[in-house]
């Protein structure tokens, strides 16, 4: 069964920094799109962020944008998210996910069909 | 960007019922770019129709999506009582890519 296992959520400072993971296993990982997807306590779901299958296209919400960085590791099966200056309203469980572009394709989509179980991270002092 | 508004926040029904969600968006979505999922409490989403009308793997036929331009439906036939969840639409953007979600609509027993 296709496994996707995020860590490294906390509790962290307003200001601070946290780099959460997430392992792929039984996924051929680098065939994939992979994104970050969080969902604030009682609230929806909101994009964070989407990596290319090679790391070398990245976009991010305007929420996020030049705080957080996505990247990914292929030759370990593993996405990153570093995320710097953390407010409150970072305050969330952030999925690991994979957005299916067929043919490495931004023009196509068959939307995100294996999600991990979420790590939370909460921004409070 | 497009905003995609879900309605009605609530829909109460027994099961056995059908149901009807609908998804709004502020302007024109391409339907190769509209999904649908449902959610669970201390779940994460499960993915139930991509390209608006076509089941993921492993989704029941009484799951069905249709729509087109601004307007889209997810509908359930005869609820069972594992549907009872909350169910976001969703759209994609090829330029720059970008994913939006609804806010979600809570499907409850009545």
């Known amino acids: 069964e296709v496994q996707l296992l995020e860590s490294g959520g906390g509790l962290v400072q307003p200001g601070g920094s946290l780099r959460l993971s997430c392992a792929a296993s039984r996924f051929t990982f680098s065939s994939y799109a992979m994104s970050w997807v969080r969902q604030a306590p009682g609230k929806g779901l909101e994009w964070v962020s989407v990596i290319s299958e090679s790391g070398g296209s990245t976009y991010y919400a305007d929420s996020v944008k030049g705080r957080f960085t996505i990247s990914r590791d292929n030759s370990k099966n593993t996405l990153y998210l570093q995320m710097n200056n953390l407010r409150a309203e970072d305050t969330a469980t952030y999925y690991c996910?994979?957005?299916?572009?067929?043919?490495?394709?931004?023009?196509?989509?068959?939307?995100?069909?294996?999600w991990g179980q979420g790590t939370t991270v909460t921004v409070s002092s | 960007d497009i905003v995609l508004t879900q309605s009605p926040g609530t829909l109460s029904l027994s099961p056995g019922e059908g149901a009807t969600l609908s998804c709004r968006a502020s302007q024109s979505v391409s339907s190769s770019y509209l999904a649908w999922y449902q959610q669970k409490p201390g779940q994460a989403p499960r993915l139930l129709i991509y390209?608006?009308?076509r089941r993921a793997t492993g989704i029941p036929d009484r799951f069905g999506g249709s729509g087109s331009g601004t307007d889209f439906t997810l509908t359930i036939s005869r609820l069972e009582p594992e549907d009872f969840a909350v169910y976001y639409c969703?759209?994609?953007?090829?330029?720059?890519?970008?994913?939006?979600f609804g806010q979600g609509t809570r499907l409850e027993i009545k």
């Open positions: 969703q759209q994609f953007d090829s330029s720059p890519p970008m994913y939006t």
């Open positions: 996910t994979n957005p299916r572009h067929p043919g490495s394709s931004w023009y196509n989509y068959y939307g995100m069909d294996v």
């Open positions: 390209g608006a009308s």
